[in-house]
C-alpha cells in the first residue's frame, strides 16, 4: 500500500503520516528529507519554489515510491503534492496509490506554524502555498481540526483498513 498525506505546510503532514504508517505497519517518509540544500535555501529565505525546482524532487520521490512498491513494502509518504501536475508526477505508474488530503483553515494552519519551532519552512511561504493549493478530487479528505489520534483513525476507516 501505497499511502501520501499531503497539504500546505502546517498541515500536520508528518505527525499524522508518521502515526498512519504505524497503525498501518508501513514504512515511513517525510518529502521534506528529500530537498536538494538549495531548495531548503530558498524556503528558510521565504522564497517560494518553482515548479522547475521542484520536478527532479518530485521524481526523486516517485523512484522511491516504485522501488517501495516493487519490493512489495507498504509506504507513507507525507508530500505537500499541492498541485495535481505534481501529484501526477508522484504517482506515476503508482495506480494503487492513495492520497489523504489533510485539509486546514489558513488561520488554524497560521496559528500552528506560529508554534512550530526548527522547521526549515519559511512561515511567510503559507500565503503561497493556499494559493497553489488544487483540491485534489481523488483524494480522502480530512479536516485536522481534531487530534492526530482521531485523523489517524479516520484515515485507516476511509482506507478500508481496520
Not at 512561515?123 to 482521531?150: H, K, M, N, R, Y
Request: net charge positive.
Amino acid at each position: 500500500m501505497i499511502v501520501v498525506v499531503m497539504g500546505v505546510t502546517g498541515a500536520g503532514k508528518t505527525t499524522v503520516g508518521e502515526r498512519l504508517a504505524a497503525a498501518l505497519g508501513a514504512a515511513f517518509l517525510d518529502a521534506d528529507d528529500y530537498h536538494p540544500p538549495e531548495s531548503v535555501a530558498k524556503m528558510r529565505a521565504g522564497t517560494p519554489l518553482t515548479d522547475g525546482d521542484r520536478q527532479p524532487w518530485l521524481e526523486r520521490l516517485n523512484a522511491l515510491l516504485r522501488r517501495r512498491a516493487a519490493e512489495g513494502g507498504s509506504v507513507v509518504l507525507a508530500c505537500s503534492a499541492l498541485k495535481a501536475a505534481y501529484r501526477s508526477t508522484l504517482l506515476a505508474g503508482l495506480p494503487e496509490a492513495r492520497v489523504v488530503f489533510l485539509r486546514g483553515s489558513r488561520e488554524l494552519i497560521r496559528a500552528r506554524l506560529a508554534a512550530r519551532r526548527g522547521h526549515y519552512m519559511n512561515p511567510a511561504l503559507l500565503d503561497s502555498q493556499f494559493a497553489a493549493l488544487e483540491t485534489p478530487a481523488e483524494a480522502i479528505v480530512v479536516d485536522v481540526d481534531g487530534a492526530p489520534a482521531a485523523l489517524v483513525a479516520a484515515i485507516v476507516r476511509a482506507l478500508g483498513r481496520r
